[in-house]
């Protein structure tokens, strides 16, 4: 150990820890391929009501490659010899449909009362997705991501009255 002419530090190359267990259990890829389509009406009701119905559609395909690490503490990259293995799920599927409805139905010519819902998705984040794992020596404990968590569903509703007026001041 030591440091080199500018001061650096200077570490034995066989204690170096150039890419270790952090390093491959962060590392993966994805690819997502994604497909959407949206569509939705104006309908109007008489003078006073109008509704706005829509439609969305969507799918996705993704393919995730990551790896397996075995721990091994004794080893100058952290990591049990013959490690990290490729580790790929190459089937997540996740079709949906979001309905919306947005209504406005006009009371006077200064109040109207409005009203919404749709369905919305929350989708995991990337490295939640990735098939990677951690084991440690033994094997007798194992640390993953989980590649087919779902996406959370949510229905929205909401309903407003508006007040307006032409005069200011």
Do not use: C
């Not at 509704?51 to 969305?56: I, K, N, Q, S, T």
């Amino acid at each position: 150990f030591g440091v080199d002419s500018e001061g650096n530090p200077k570490f034995p190359a066989d204690q170096t820890y150039v890419r270790g267990v952090q390093s491959f259990e962060n590392d993966y890829t994805n690819r997502e391929e994604y497909m959407a389509g949206f569509a939705m009406m104006e309908i109007l009701i008489g003078k006073n009501i109008m509704l706005l119905p829509g439609v969305r559609y969507e799918q996705v395909n993704t393919m995730y490659t990551a790896n397996y690490v075995v721990e091994n503490g004794n080893d100058p990259s952290g990591m049990q010899p013959g490690y990290p293995k490729e580790v790929s799920v190459d089937d997540r599927q996740n079709q949906n449909w979001f309905p919306s409805l947005n209504m406005k139905f006009d009371i006077t010519d200064w109040m109207d009362i409005r009203g919404a819902y749709y369905k919305s998705t929350s989708r995991p984040n990337y490295i939640m997705l990735s098939p990677g794992m951690v084991s440690n020596f033994d094997k007798n404990n194992i640390s993953a991501n989980n590649p087919y968590l779902r996406p959370a569903i949510a229905h929205n509703y909401d309903l407003g009255a508006s007040f307006f007026t032409n005069k200011l001041g």
